[in-house]
């Protein structure tokens, strides 16, 4: 069993090794180790901000990412329109509702038809 006066002899001890003033304290100055650990850090942080600008997911990966969703937006809303048209023109050329007009047109331009009192200059 450990008694309260060996535990404060070797507090006693241990403090006046420390405290001892015939003995010189060693004072730690940066190392190597510090220094290489620091450069360590500091290429670390050079290296995240560069993978954060110029990485696979980066900065300017992401800004040509929107600007290929915008042109492919462009694109989409120019290909709606032309389905529109062509929808619209398949409803008119269908049997529910003709449009003689429309089929004049494409029967000119489709069989190269012409009326008895038209004249054709090529």
Not at 53 to 73: M, P, S, T
Not at 85 to 94: F, G, H, I
Request: hydrophobic share 40%; net charge neutral.
């Amino acid at each position: 069993m450990i008694h309260k006066t060996d535990c404060l002899w070797h507090y006693h001890r241990t403090v006046r090794k420390k405290t001892d003033p015939g003995q010189k304290m060693k004072q730690k100055n940066p190392t190597i180790g510090t220094a290489v650990s620091f450069a360590i850090c500091i290429a670390l942080g050079f290296y995240f901000t560069f993978a954060a600008i110029q990485g696979d997911h980066g900065l300017f990966r992401r800004i040509q990412f929107e600007a290929e969703a915008e042109a492919l937006r462009a694109e989409l809303s120019e290909m709606e329109a032309r389905v529109a048209a062509l929808t619209n023109k398949t409803r008119r050329l269908s049997d529910e509702f003709l449009d003689l007009d429309l089929l004049d047109e494409q029967a000119r331009r489709v069989l190269g038809l012409v009326r008895y009192d038209e004249i054709v200059i090529q």
